[in-house]
């Protein structure tokens, strides 16, 4: 059978052939971009993804080239050089908040100079803590407790028993200790800390997770018995300060420099990440050749050793007073209904 032709069909392929050979009215030529994900064959998609990375790095190195070409130049002329280009993070853009301390806030310092931990950083009462778990505890929890008594100087551990925690609140201040932690457990694993100021407070829930214990942690170190550093990063709103003076009246204010401990509470985004380091001076040998002549030179350089454990914490609960669930005054609780933006912090 005979096929006809229709009138339109080749009219339309010879206006498609023009306007491909065409350019358009600002002379250049349109170009289909290629993704790799168009392309089907495995061989060739991986090697137009190589070329299409390679091209973006060697963009960026010539960016680079004439920044820091630029600047050179304007030391050389004695202008200021161009403003460095600061990434946008979500920390640095976070919502703003009333709450963030200043240096020149007046009633901060006053809340500070009255408030409970003030007798243990004035080194008034020397901190002594005591350390118990709940009821129910786990194969995994005494782990945890026997390296938390490494961390924390003069710390003592109880067996909780059957005992009411009113009740061991009331023996722990007739005892002279200063704070309370409780390890809670779930499923075999610690799930939560419960730290209690004694005697008057305050109370502070924290949800735990990402423990990993000293015997997990590859080449990790073996602390000594001297008082550590304590390092408190990024702690900036009242909130946040109140937290922070919580974690340091745990710890000795006077620390011995000598055994090169260091105890780290790293607050980011509301996570607050635990590291216990020990940070050790090595000797390297490096040959220098001067003048034809061959020497070893000696250089120190600090290194940090892992000691362990290494765990995150996460604020639910401030509470005024010691532990009380039913008539107790919370001053701070977290709700779902709070985290409203990725970029709105507390602490």
């Known amino acids: 059978m005979g096929f006809k032709r229709k009138k339109g069909d080749g009219d339309g392929e010879e206006m498609e052939s023009e306007g491909r050979g065409k350019s358009s ?19 060739k998609r991986s090697k137009v993804y190589a070329k299409q990375k ?18 050179k130049r304007a030391l050389e002329l004695g202008e200021e050089p161009p403003q460095k280009m600061i990434p946008k993070t979500i920390e640095n853009t976070r919502e703003a908040d009333e709450t963030v301390c200043r240096p020149d806030d007046e009633e901060l310092f006053a809340d500070i100079d009255a408030d409970e931990f003030n007798p243990v950083l004035r080194r008034e009462i020397t901190p002594k803590i005591l350390i118990t778990t709940c009821r129910f505890n786990s194969t995994r929890g005494p782990a945890f407790i026997s390296e938390l008594l490494s961390v924390i100087p003069n710390s003592h551990y109880q067996k909780r028993g059957t005992y009411d925690l009113k009740k061991i609140v009331e023996y722990a201040t007739k005892k002279d200790f200063t704070s309370l932690i409780v390890v809670h457990t779930n499923r075999r694993e610690p799930d939560a800390l419960l730290i209690i100021g004694l005697p008057t407070g305050p109370t502070a829930h924290f949800k735990l997770s990402n423990l990993v214990l000293r015997k997990d942690i590859k080449n990790h170190g073996n602390p000594t018995s001297h008082q550590p550093e304590l390092v408190l990063n990024n702690f900036t709103t009242r909130l946040g300060n109140r937290v922070g003076r919580f974690f340091q009246s745990l710890f000795p204010p006077d620390p011995n420099f000598r055994g090169r401990r260091v105890v780290t509470f790293h607050n980011q ?18 040959k220098q050749s001067d003048k034809g002549k061959d020497g070893v030179q000696e250089t120190i350089k600090p290194r940090l050793q892992e000691c362990g454990p290494r765990f995150t914490l996460k604020l639910v609960t401030l509470q005024h007073g010691t532990f009380d669930t039913k008539g107790g005054e919370f001053e701070w609780v977290h709700k ?11 602490l």
Not at 25 to 42: A, C, D, H, Q, Y
Not at 54 to 71: C, F, G, L, N, S
Not at 269 to 286: A, C, G, Q, W
């Open 25 to 43: 009215f600002n002379g250049t030529e349109k170009r289909s971009v290629i993704l790799p994900s168009m392309i089907k064959n495995k061989d």
């Open 54 to 71: 390679h091209e973006k790095k060697v963009e960026k190195q010539k960016k680079i080239r004439a920044r820091d070409a630029a600047e």
């Open 269 to 286: 985004r509301d996570f607050i990440f635990f590291r216990h380091h020990r940070y050790i001076f090595e000797t390297k040998e490096s």
């Open 336 to 346: 779902p209904e709070m985290d409203t933006s990725r970029r709105r912090f507390f």
